[in-house]
């Protein structure tokens, strides 16, 4: 397994870069996450 | 709470995944897998605990079932204001999850060989990322994926494909 100089499973601050759309086709910023606590849960249809 | 999809298939397949679901938050498509790239995720289900500063205080993706009581008792500290200890710095493998990404892109304009040139390319890199094995599978068998997920056939595939372990 390797490491990437610039990936971090805990590299704060790269999630908050992320925005996503959502089912409909909205964006979404994740930094909107900021202020509170989160739960971010992963799934896949399969 | 939010949810997010690990789904290079993007909304078709994933709405009807939630429907007679009573899911309530937001639920976000990750086609090319930008959140488990950045979390060290290898497989769904999978999530982490964020801190409000945006700090991950948690991540997982062998235990992030509501069923496992590790993960119960860690959600409790934590929606209660409590500290978790710290985990250990997770290895990830980026390039594997670059490579896929740009496997998606292809996919995305339908550009279905290309897609699987590198999606395999990636699955080389890190033969025990199932996110991208299983998005090779679901490319090539969708009716081994929808409706209904066949994981007798994927053990079989695990097979044939020589890897050494169990399936997920």
């Given at each position: 397994?390797?490491?990437?100089?610039?990936?971090?499973?805990?590299?704060?601050?790269?999630?908050?870069?992320?925005s996503?759309n959502?089912?409909?086709?909205a964006p979404f910023e994740?930094?909107?996450?900021?202020?509170?606590?989160?739960?971010?849960?992963?799934?896949?249809?399969? | 709470?939010?949810?997010?999809?690990?789904?290079?298939?993007?909304?078709?397949?994933?709405?009807?995944?939630?429907?007679?679901?009573?899911?309530?938050?937001?639920?976000?498509?990750?086609?090319?897998?930008?959140?488990?790239?950045?979390?060290?995720?290898?497989?769904?289900?999978?999530?982490?605990?964020?801190?409000?500063?945006?700090?991950?205080?948690?991540?997982?993706?062998?235990?992030?079932?509501?069923?496992?009581?590790?993960?119960?008792?860690?959600?409790?500290?934590?929606?209660?204001?409590?500290?978790?200890?710290?985990?250990?710095?997770?290895?990830?493998?980026?390039?594997?999850?670059?490579?896929?990404?740009?496997?998606?892109?292809?996919?995305?304009?339908?550009?279905?060989?290309?897609?699987?040139?590198?999606?395999?390319?990636?699955?080389?890199?890190?033969?025990?990322?199932?996110?991208?094995?299983?998005?090779?599978?679901?490319?090539?068998?969708?009716?081994?994926?929808?409706?209904?997920?066949?994981?007798?056939?994927?053990?079989?595939?695990?097979?044939?494909?020589?890897?050494?372990?169990?399936?997920?």
């Open positions: 397994m390797t490491r990437d100089a610039d990936s971090s499973a805990n590299g704060l601050g790269a999630l908050d870069q992320l996503l959502d089912l409909n086709g994740l930094r909107a996450l900021r202020g509170c606590r989160a739960v971010v849960f992963c799934f896949a249809s399969w | 709470m939010i949810a997010v999809a690990q789904d290079a298939q993007g909304a078709p397949r994933v709405a009807p995944a939630l429907t007679g679901t009573k899911v309530e938050f937001p639920v976000l498509l990750d086609e090319d897998s930008a959140v488990a790239r950045v979390l060290g995720f290898r497989i769904v289900p999978a999530g982490a605990l964020l801190d409000a500063d945006g700090s991950v205080a948690y991540a997982s993706d062998d235990d992030f079932d509501i069923g496992d009581p590790r993960l119960r008792a860690r959600l409790e500290t934590f929606m209660s204001g409590g500290r978790l200890e710290p985990q250990p710095e997770r290895p990830v493998t980026g390039r594997a999850l670059e490579l896929f990404a740009q496997g998606v892109s292809a996919h995305s304009e339908g550009d279905e060989p290309r897609a699987l040139v590198l999606w395999r390319e990636a699955l080389a890199h890190d033969p025990d990322n199932f996110l991208i094995r299983s998005q090779i599978w679901a490319a090539q068998h969708p009716d081994r994926f929808w409706p209904v997920v066949d994981r007798d056939w994927q053990q079989h595939q695990l097979i044939k494909e020589g890897y050494d372990g169990p399936l997920p």
